[in-house]
């Protein structure tokens, strides 16, 4: 099973990043996927997540900025980040959920600065 995310970066505020992960080793269209971040010194904390059938919900510190989504041909799944800000900065990662089966990403940097 692997978990691999790309497309990070240092961006300006105000720009935008799509972040991609790309999953191997499991049923991937089965799996609800979530996108996570993690900023320095602080808690993990949920970004987005899409379901199996691709219904979407954020955190409502990104709503209306980023946007889910998933390709099941690929296996895999996408973070389109728009309107960054400096709070965005976070190491961003993808995890794929069910019950009893939990695997994650090694995380890609996303910095927000000018």
């Known amino acids: 099973v692997q978990l691999v995310e790309s497309g990070g970066g240092l961006v300006q505020p105000g720009g935008s990043l799509r972040l991609s992960c790309a999953a191997s080793?499991?049923?991937?269209?089965?799996?609800?996927m979530t996108w996570f971040r993690q900023a320095p010194g602080k808690e993990r904390e949920w970004v987005a997540v899409?379901?199996?059938?691709?219904?979407?919900n954020y955190a409502d510190s990104v709503k209306g900025r980023f946007t889910i989504s998933r390709d099941n041909d690929k296996n895999m799944v996408f973070l389109q980040m728009n309107s960054l800000k400096p709070e965005d900065t976070a190491v961003y990662f993808c995890?794929?959920?069910?019950?009893?089966?939990?695997?994650w990403g090694q995380g890609t940097q996303v910095t927000v600065s000018s």
């Open positions: 080793g499991f049923t991937f269209s089965s799996f609800p």
């Open positions: 995890r794929a959920w069910r019950v009893g089966v939990e695997y």
């Open positions: 899409i379901t199996s059938k691709s219904v979407t």
